[in-house]
């Protein structure tokens, strides 16, 4: 049994690959808000990587503290301009990497939620490459927000939180 070396100082691992070369991270602890009802960037939340080698897997990693009220919010990320691992495509539903749920709780305006996890990208590249997420409100004159509560009011108990990415080039 072997077992291969990550060695988080930008060498590759021996054997069959899986070494981290490069690590990323963005980190946004500023607000943002959106009403629109069409996919935009999360200002702050995107980060470019260069692999040093188009073989490399970049494994994003990903953490978006959001809160809205009334309404629903969609998630998905996004390589450059393309959507990557969003849902096929069937009939009117959205493609997302994730979406809310829709609340009228009145106490749910003093809370934030949190999405998170991993994707392994192949961008077969050794161009700089941007990674960001992006997000939309379904519902007309509503507000979705980043990183703070609906509320937001100026009390112990109304949270602002932070978000990031992580990008890490990983040897094929």
Do not use: C
């Not at 106490?107 to 700089?128: K, Q, R, V």
Request: aromatic content about 10%.
């Amino acid at each position: 049994m072997t077992t291969d070396k990550i060695i988080p100082t930008g060498g590759v691992s021996s054997g069959g690959g899986g070494g981290i070369i490069q690590v990323v991270q963005v980190v946004k602890t500023d607000t943002f808000a959106t009403t629109s009802q069409s996919f935009v960037d999360i200002t702050g939340l995107s980060a470019t990587i260069t692999p040093k080698f188009n073989t490399s897997k970049i494994l994003f990693q990903y953490t978006v503290s959001f809160s809205t009220r009334s309404a629903y919010m969609h998630f998905r990320l996004v390589r450059g301009s393309t959507p990557i691992f969003i849902a096929d495509a069937d009939g009117n539903r959205a493609r997302l990497t994730f979406g809310t749920w829709h609340t009228n709780d009145a106490h749910h305006e003093y809370l934030t939620n949190n999405f998170s996890g991993l994707f392994l990208d192949s961008p077969a590249t050794t161009s700089a490459t941007t990674y960001k997420i992006q997000t939309l409100i379904t519902t007309n004159g509503r507000t979705g927000y980043i990183n703070r509560s609906v509320g937001d009011d100026n009390q112990s108990y109304e949270p602002r939180t932070v978000s990031n990415i992580i990008l890490m080039e990983v040897s094929a």
